[in-house]
């Protein structure tokens, strides 16, 4: 599995990021016990623009997590860019966009999961998200919103094409 210049190996065993769970020690000991990369706990755009200090704290990472993964999210363009730039201060490997949180205070408010009902907007997000950093970027979604639309190979596609 390959990420941009990263080559993972052939089997990646990658820990997901979870809330409240990921924090930098649980990280390095995933590590020690053969993680190929780790992810923070998810980032709230909104909270990390308006400088809340306990957001802030989730993009603390060290060089002996690396590779490491910061994941995002939120619901517009402006707001997922300046967050995304002030991500990329932080020095990950990776900036992962989070289009899959299923949880109603997430995808309630369109963000997450939520994003699955708005797919312009999704790739909207995308592109611009892209073309405002220099790390690769990478995107967590869903099959669909639901089992009745479940898009996910053109999402994919779509998605793909947003570089």
């Known amino acids: 599995m390959k990420i941009a210049d990263m080559d993972l190996g052939a089997r990646p065993l990658l820990l997901a990021p979870m809330e409240d769970v990921t924090d930098p020690a649980f990280r390095l000991m995933c590590k020690q016990f053969g993680a190929d990369m780790v992810y923070t706990e998810f980032v709230s755009a ?3 623009i308006r400088s809340v200090s306990k957001t802030e704290q989730k993009l603390n990472i060290s060089d002996r997590e690396r590779p490491v993964a910061i994941q995002i999210y939120g619901k517009d363009t402006p707001t997922m860019v300046e967050a995304a730039r002030i991500v990329e201060q932080a020095r990950p490997d990776i900036l992962d966009v989070n289009f899959g949180c299923p949880v109603k205070r997430v995808a309630g408010k369109g963000a997450g999961a ?12 995308t592109r611009a998200v892209v073309d405002a950093v220099k790390i690769p970027v990478t995107v967590k979604t869903r099959l669909g919103w639901d089992a009745d639309h ?7 596609e779509q998605l793909q094409d947003c570089g």
């Open 46 to 48: 909104d909270a990390l």
């Open 114 to 125: 939520g994003m699955l009902q708005n797919v312009p907007l999704m790739l909207e997000i």
């Open 150 to 156: 479940k898009i996910i190979v053109t999402l994919a």
